[in-house]
């Protein structure tokens, strides 16, 4: 099973300024990868598909990159409502499995 | 667009079997290649892929649940579904439903709201 770890645990930032979120697999996934925003008490929201490219409706400044095993969600500049736990999610070749990193929390 | 909703009881007894559907509104459940999943967390937790069914009807499920596991397909109500066997504490967790891109692209999307299902006698 691949093993996604995230960093940092916590992330305390104000608005305006910009986060890095770090993800780290522990085998290559390609470019199999995903990052979600969780607001609490509502379902994940996926932000990032396919390492780099933005869902539906996501704002600019959100942006993934990397490939096969480190990959990074950049927050250019944080607005107030993207205060929130941050996932990565791979997908493994064949046959799919998937698997999540703990996440992040990204607090004011 | 498409929509994603499940249903089911929110208490199961212990020893018990969880049973939830999901419905599929706003597209086929049988077009496309997509992987239909379920999602669980447990409260103020990560999130735990648990299984998938593909619109052909395979199925994959976690190693760690797939003795308990089965996950179904209805077309006929564009739906498909979760029995999870022999439910403990352990399983306490909000479950959702969630449709994986497939030949689309790697991520989860759209998602259910998440059903909350607690164990208990």
């Known amino acids: 099973e691949i093993v996604l770890t995230q960093s940092p645990d916590t992330l305390s930032l104000s608005p305006g300024e910009r986060a890095t979120l770090s993800c780290r697999a522990s085998?290559?996934?390609?470019?199999?990868l995903a990052w979600y925003q969780q607001k609490p008490g509502q379902a994940p929201r996926l932000l990032i598909y396919d390492a780099n490219k933005r869902a539906t409706g996501i704002p600019a400044r959100f942006s993934g990159s990397g490939s096969g095993t480190d990959f990074t969600l950049i927050i250019s500049s944080l607005e107030p409502e993207d205060f929130a736990v941050y996932y990565c999610?791979?997908?493994?070749?064949?046959?799919?499995?998937?698997?999540f990193g703990p996440g992040t929390k990204v607090e004011i | 667009q498409v929509q994603l909703q499940e249903s089911g009881p929110g208490l199961v007894k212990p020893s018990q079997t969880l049973s939830l559907s999901c419905t599929v509104s706003?597209?086929?459940?049988?077009?496309?290649?997509?992987?239909w999943s379920w999602v669980r967390q447990y409260p103020g937790k990560g999130l735990e892929w648990i299984g998938y069914i593909f619109y052909t009807g395979s199925t994959y499920y976690t190693p760690s649940l797939k003795s308990r596991i089965t996950i179904s397909l209805d077309t006929s109500k564009n739906q498909f579904s979760l029995k999870l066997t022999s439910v403990t504490a352990a399983d306490t967790a909000i479950y959702y439903c969630a449709r994986e891109g497939g030949w689309s692209g790697v991520g989860f999307d759209p998602w259910g709201q998440g059903t909350l299902v607690t164990v208990s006698s």
């Open positions: 999610q791979q997908r493994s070749n064949w046959p799919p499995q998937f698997t």
């Open positions: 085998q290559s996934v390609s470019n199999y």
């Open positions: 706003g597209g086929s459940i049988s077009s496309g290649g997509y992987y």
